[in-house]
């Protein structure tokens, strides 16, 4: 069990005495932290390869925001989106919001985080269509959600990853961005804040914002990367997990929480202690609206777009003049054969799935 979990069946029931009228997405988090892989959710059986000894492992909530269940996620879609990379320079792109504007999202999450995907990624594309830039009408890029800063403040932001360049129109040919920044910023900013207030005005909570919020500066900040894989190793954990991981927590002691974390350009590890019940607190103000989207592909990026990854690395073999890349684009991609599944813990040998229990479920087998 990790620290997280200890501390959220310790003492969430006294926080949920505590806040009766707290959100409802932070009660079923609260239950599903407390009940995972606490036979709860029923068990799976399996049976172990090398020395035939069965194994009993109770189910996981599945929650997004467990500690415990989501390692294996950020795993494979790490893996799928190295598979999907280009053989371009990338760029990291981050839109934040003013700090007088955070109570007004933390209110009106649902509203305010797509409010930032859409003024973020509209003020993307229509930089792009600048000739002095890019001049594509069909860039591509991946967004994710962020809420929290290294000490779990709340700092809402979306980092975007983005190869460098876009389709022609006719959808034929790769066009390489003229510059090393990608987009000017100081412009990128300008066209994220009118297109957030305006679309905050298009759905009438315009008056709901402290007015200085459109005096003050939007950062966005802009990033080169030589490759794609550095800057999705560090958005992947972001996917799948909450503001802390069990690793960072140093004690759970007098009802006191002790945390490491990092300041911003600084490799010195630090410490910070949170009495228990701020501690929760600042946990849960980073759970998401419930079927809350926080990883959205556009462009070429997405999904449902009719080129297909093959075609648009061919597209840029064909305009790139070393041909070397052309060998390493051509090589298939990296095996999965490593074993995936859980391992036997009296010999390590590999576990064979058998059957799970799920209470108010029929039984369901598997290969005997």
């Not at 799970?356 to 479920?361: E, F, L, V």
Request: hydrophobic content about 40%.
């Amino acid at each position: 069990m990790g620290a997280i979990t200890d501390i959220f069946r310790t003492f969430g029931p006294e926080y949920l005495e505590k806040y009766p009228n707290m959100p409802r997405q932070h009660r079923k988090v609260i239950a599903a932290i407390i009940n995972c892989r606490a036979g709860v959710y029923g068990a799976a059986f399996y049976r172990c390869e090398g020395c035939g000894e069965q194994h009993r492992v109770d189910r996981s909530c599945g929650n997004r925001h467990c500690p415990q269940c989501q390692y294996h996620k950020t795993r494979q879609w790490l893996e799928t989106q190295l598979e999907k990379a280009l053989p371009v320079k990338y760029t990291m792109l981050t839109f934040t919001v003013p700090a007088l504007i955070r109570p007004f999202c933390r209110a009106n999450q649902q509203a305010a985080y797509g409010v930032m995907f859409k003024a973020s990624s509209e003020s993307i594309k229509a930089l792009v269509k600048d000739p002095r830039f890019v001049g594509t009408e069909l860039p591509g890029f991946t967004g994710v959600l962020h809420t929290w800063g290294r000490m779990m403040p709340y700092h809402p932001h979306i980092h975007y990853i983005v190869p460098a360049g876009g389709l022609s129109n006719d959808r034929k040919k790769w066009l390489t961005a003229r510059n090393d920044f990608y987009l000017p910023v100081r412009a990128l900013s300008k066209i994220y804040k009118a297109k957030f207030k305006a679309e905050m005005e298009r759905l009438g909570l315009i008056d709901q914002i402290e007015p200085g919020v459109w005096a003050a500066d939007w950062i966005v900040n802009c990033q080169a990367v030589s490759n794609p894989e550095a800057s999705l190793k560090y958005l992947a954990p972001y996917i799948f997990r909450v503001a802390i991981s069990d690793n960072r927590i140093v004690a759970v002691e007098n009802r006191k929480v002790t945390f490491r974390y990092r300041k911003t350009g600084s490799r010195r590890l630090r410490k910070t202690t949170l009495e228990v019940m701020d501690f929760i607190s600042r946990f849960l103000q980073h759970v998401l609206p419930t079927g809350f989207m926080k990883v959205r592909h556009f462009g070429f990026m997405n999904a449902n777009c009719a080129i297909s990854i093959r075609d648009l690395r061919q597209m840029v073999v064909a305009c790139l003049r070393d041909l070397a890349l052309l060998l390493s684009d051509e090589k298939l991609p990296p095996s999965r054969s490593t074993w995936q599944g859980p391992f036997c813990s009296s010999c390590g040998g590999r576990l064979v799935y058998l059957f799970s229990i799920i209470p108010g479920r029929p039984c369901r087998g598997g290969p005997s």
